[in-house]
């Protein structure tokens, strides 16, 4: 896959079906769209590209705080990447684009730069200012510059509109199983493993210490089933989310605790896996008694775990 991190890196492109859209989540709408893409530009012997922002429109448009992203950058690539597309369009969202006319950004944009035959893209669809291109302007100007239109109606999930804005929330709620049925896979957390407290090992309990990443969307507080992945290796892991209210006040973090695992991982890039939240983080009265939570804690997940097949 060839990525384009500005328009004028992008040189005699080859003709394009292109899909349109934010991809925040590469949630499972998401991925019909870009399926889709790909699919009729084989039956057409184009190249599919997907045209999308480096960052949220959200961190330019001022409107409060920016909106918290559900996947790292290089996540969402290499699960662009795997879906087959040929050219990522992955520029910043900047003032210029915030302010083009929605004729301007089709005919500068679409037409000029990815030489465009065929769009896909999602019926809340905005591009240009004020947001005022919609998909009917997208196919009024697509009659005008030679180029098709497939709007995808809303992708239901229980009856439930499959959104980055309803992940969002799953996610920030705990629900964590709903959010992988939305998302198409299980929500993660990565990053370098820094040193922590270590009373984890002091009790029996190593575990792992990563910082939150303030841009993205975070878990609540709370102890998580999860998978973690070291080294190119997944293990059936235990994770806690919060602020140790037991032993002090520290900053929030995500502490993860492999079974079976006692290796050195610090500075390692580690990736944990949301699978299930099973109860709110505790201050409790003392060390024993969190120890003995932290027992029933693991027993819950591996019991979990075993049942699938991963201990």
């Known amino acids: 896959m060839k990525i384009y991190e500005s328009l004028e890196d992008i ?11 934010n991809f925040d989540g590469v949630h499972k709408g998401h991925q019909q769209i870009i399926e889709r893409t790909v699919r009729t530009a084989k039956a057409m012997d184009l190249k599919s590209a997907v045209f999308t922002f480096s960052n949220h429109p959200s961190t ?20 662009i990447e795997e879906m087959g597309i040929n050219y990522l369009i992955n520029i910043p969202f900047t003032k210029e684009i915030l302010f083009m006319p929605p004729e301007k950004f089709v005919e500068k944009i679409l037409v000029d730069c ?5 769009a896909y893209c999602g019926f809340n669809y905005s591009f240009g200012y004020r947001a005022s291109g919609t998909p009917e302007v997208l ?13 995808q109606e809303p992708y239901k999930i229980d009856g439930i509109v499959v959104s980055s804005t309803y992940i ?8 964590m199983e709903e959010a992988t049925k939305f ?11 820094i040193v922590g407290n270590k009373l984890g090992r002091t009790i029996g309990f190593p575990t792992m210490n990563l910082v939150i990443d303030e841009t993205m969307i975070t878990p609540p507080n709370g102890v998580y089933i999860t998978y973690c992945t070291v080294d190119g290796v997944r293990y059936p892991a235990v994770t806690n989310v919060g602020n140790k209210p037991t032993i002090g006040e520290y900053a929030k973090n995500i502490e993860t605790h492999i079974f079976n695992y006692d290796e050195d991982t610090y500075g ?20 024993d008694e969190l120890k003995n939570q932290i027992q029933s804690d693991c ?10 097949g991963m201990l």
């Open 139 to 151: 196919m009024h100007e697509g009659l005008k510059h030679g180029f098709g239109l497939h709007v």
């Open 60 to 79: 330019i448009l001022g409107h409060g705080d920016p909106v918290k992203n559900i996947l790292y950058a290089e996540e969402k690539t290499r699960i």
């Open 114 to 118: 990815l030489h465009i035959k065929e």
């Open 183 to 193: 998302m198409g896979r299980m929500y993660a957390i990565g990053g370098e493993v």
């Open 268 to 287: 390692k890039h580690i990736n944990v896996e949301f699978v299930k939240w099973t109860r709110p983080e505790q201050k409790f009265a003392g060390i």
């Open 299 to 308: 027993i819950q997940a591996k019991a979990y775990h075993r049942e699938r």
């Open 168 to 175: 969002r929330e799953l996610i920030t709620d705990g629900r």
């Open 11 to 21: 040189k005699n492109i080859e003709e394009t079906v292109v899909a349109l859209g």
